[in-house]
Every structure is written in structure tokens, then in C-alpha cells.
């Protein structure tokens, strides 16, 4: 089995990609449980709980959330 990569492992440009991914994920995660929260019921399509449970899959679900998630009259 090959030896999992540790963070010193990376080159420096692997390192940048890997916390500006994790920055951007952090920001789309964290607006769009802002934007739930400020959400009454009705705004929302589908039950508020099961979309905040979304927000937290990485990347697809904070997007989910912000086209599928919200409604608009």
C-alpha cells in the first residue's frame, strides 16, 4: 500500500491550491448557512434542517443550496 502524502510532501503551489480550496469552501459553507438561517420557512424549498445538513458536503451542496435551495417569487 503506498504511504499516504504527508503536508510537507506537497510542493508549495500544492500547499497555496489546497488552502485556497478550503478558503473558498469555508466562504460559499458559511454564506449560504448564513443565508438559511436569515430564511424564514417559506423562502426555503424543502425543510430547513436537511438543507443545512447539504451545505455541508463540500462544495456541491453550498452551490445546491444557493440554486435549488432558496426560493424565488
Known amino acids: 500500500m503506498a504511504k499516504a502524502k504527508q503536508w510537507s510532501d506537497l510542493s508549495r503551489g500544492q500547499q497555496v491550491r489546497g488552502i485556497v480550496t478550503g478558503v473558498i469552501q469555508l466562504a460559499l459553507a458559511t454564506a449560504a448557512w448564513t443565508d438559511l438561517a436569515k430564511r424564514d420557512q ?6 430547513k434542517w436537511v438543507w443545512a445538513i447539504v451545505i455541508a458536503v463540500n462544495f456541491i451542496g453550498p452551490i ?3 440554486l435549488f435551495g432558496r426560493r424565488v417569487d
Open 42 to 47: 417559506d423562502d426555503v424549498n424543502g425543510r
Open 64 to 66: 445546491s443550496y444557493f
